[in-house]
């Protein structure tokens, strides 16, 4: 038994080692980050296939041999994580058939901003030498998300942010109308998801968690892109601080995200997610406050505590 029990600890041993061994290192160099472009004109090319035909399982067919087949590594977490199955995607296109014809100039821009991007990168670095840097995926999904991030990369859902001017809204949701946004501001969508990226933040089920690591992905991301991507609900924000801010301290604690997060398909007196909006200003307190901006930043990366945290902004004494 003694000599099982060895065993079993030298086994658990090495398999723990393996797996440290094959997890990726992650790049600290934002010169060597990759933009990967591919998923966009692969889209396009089953787009125009796809044009073509009438038959539902016709078009699947097609988006999966030129577009799923061909997936970056990007694309194949972005497919499980927000677009699913081929057929999801086709219903979406079918569903909102003007929207998709009139992106494509747009989508095609993502890869004018490539320096621009890189710029952001270098500029974190700067602030926060210990950042880390993904490669950046620009794929086309079915209006789910505009970016979201997994182990080795960003995943931007880059229809989310192509929208035209003077869009033909006759197919959007109020949802649509909310979040949607012009490539202009891709890149500060990329930066707010580059700084999800660094953060190590604790369980965020709760309100005042979980708006600290939004809003202080907005407040750094801003500084490193010159971009706010929620300018209308900082509008109304700052309009209203003490406001919202008395509402928000009453519910700070609690996990109904319902008035605050997320919110963009219910809300309908006020802008959406203004939690992002206070936990900003939040951040934004801290920042001020601090001697040492460099390791502020590196605070407002990883806090850890959000009470804590809070009081030490000096936030809340704002509006004693």
Same mark, same amino acid.
């Given at each position: 038994?003694?000599?099982? &029990?060895?065993?079993?600890?030298?086994?658990?041993?090495?398999?723990?080692?393996?797996?440290?061994?094959?997890?990726?290192?992650?790049?600290?160099?934002?010169?060597?980050?990759?933009?990967?472009? &591919?998923?966009?004109?692969?889209?396009?090319?089953?787009?125009?296939?796809?044009?073509?035909?009438?038959?539902?399982?016709?078009?699947?067919?097609?988006?999966?041999?030129?577009?799923?087949?061909?997936?970056?590594?990007?694309?194949?977490?972005?497919?499980?994580?927000?677009?699913?199955?081929?057929?999801?995607?086709?219903?979406?296109?079918?569903?909102?058939?003007? *929207?998709?014809?009139?992106?494509?100039?747009?989508?095609?821009?993502?890869?004018?901003?490539?320096?621009?991007?890189?710029?952001?990168?270098?500029?974190?670095?700067?602030?926060?030498?210990?950042?880390?840097?993904?490669?950046?995926?620009?794929?086309?999904?079915?209006?789910?998300?505009?970016?979201?991030?997994?182990?080795?990369?960003?995943?931007?859902?880059?229809?989310?942010?192509?929208?035209?001017?003077?869009?033909?809204?006759?197919?959007?949701?109020?949802?649509?109308?909310?979040?949607?946004?012009?490539?202009?501001?891709?890149?500060?969508?990329?930066?707010?998801?580059?700084?999800?990226?660094?953060?190590?933040?604790?369980?965020?089920?709760?309100?005042?968690?979980?708006?600290?690591?939004?809003?202080?992905?907005?407040?750094?991301?801003?500084?490193? &892109?010159?971009?706010?991507?929620?300018? !209308? &609900?900082?509008?109304?924000?700052?309009?209203?601080?003490?406001?919202?801010?008395?509402?928000?301290?009453?519910?700070?604690?609690?996990?109904?995200?319902?008035?605050?997060?997320?919110?963009?398909? !219910?809300?309908?007196?006020?802008?959406?997610?203004?939690? *992002?909006?206070?936990?900003?200003?939040?951040?934004?307190?801290? *920042?001020? !406050?601090?001697?040492?901006?460099?390791?502020?930043?590196?605070?407002?990366?990883?806090?850890?505590?959000?009470?804590?945290?809070? !009081?030490?902004?000096?936030?809340?004494?704002?509006?004693?």
């Amino acid at each position: 038994m003694k000599t099982l &029990s060895i065993f079993i600890l030298n086994l658990l041993f090495i398999t723990t080692i393996n797996a440290q061994s094959q997890s990726p290192k992650l790049n600290q160099d934002p010169e060597k980050v990759k933009f990967v472009f &591919s998923d966009i004109d692969n889209f396009w090319r089953a787009y125009d296939l796809a044009q073509k035909e009438t038959a539902f399982d016709k078009k699947v067919e097609i988006y999966q041999r030129e577009y799923y087949d061909k997936a970056s590594d990007g694309l194949k977490n972005f497919i499980g994580l927000r677009i699913g199955k081929a057929e999801n995607l086709v219903k979406k296109i079918d569903a909102m058939p003007k *929207y998709y014809a009139s992106i494509r100039a747009n989508t095609l821009r993502a890869a004018e901003m490539r320096g621009q991007m890189l710029e952001s990168f270098q500029r974190l670095k700067s602030i926060y030498p210990n950042a880390v840097f993904p490669d950046v995926y620009f794929v086309i999904g079915r209006l789910s998300s505009g970016g979201t991030t997994w182990s080795t990369g960003l995943l931007i859902g880059t229809e989310m942010c192509s929208l035209p001017k003077n869009a033909d809204e006759s197919e959007f949701t109020d949802w649509h109308k909310a979040v949607l946004k012009p490539i202009d501001e891709l890149p500060g969508i990329v930066s707010h998801e580059l700084i999800h990226f660094q953060q190590k933040m604790p369980d965020k089920a709760k309100l005042l968690t979980q708006s600290l690591n939004e809003g202080s992905a907005d407040f750094v991301g801003e500084m490193i &892109s010159k971009m706010n991507i929620n300018s !209308k &609900s900082y509008i109304y924000g700052n309009a209203n601080e003490k406001a919202l801010w008395l509402e928000f301290k009453a519910e700070m604690n609690g996990s109904n995200f319902d008035k605050w997060l997320y919110n963009g398909s !219910k809300i309908t007196d006020r802008p959406a997610d203004l939690g *992002y909006f206070v936990g900003y200003k939040i951040c934004e307190a801290y *920042y001020k !406050k601090a001697k040492d901006k460099k390791q502020a930043i590196a605070d407002i990366l990883n806090i850890q505590d959000d009470e804590e945290f809070l !009081k030490e902004s000096g936030y809340a004494r704002k509006f004693e």
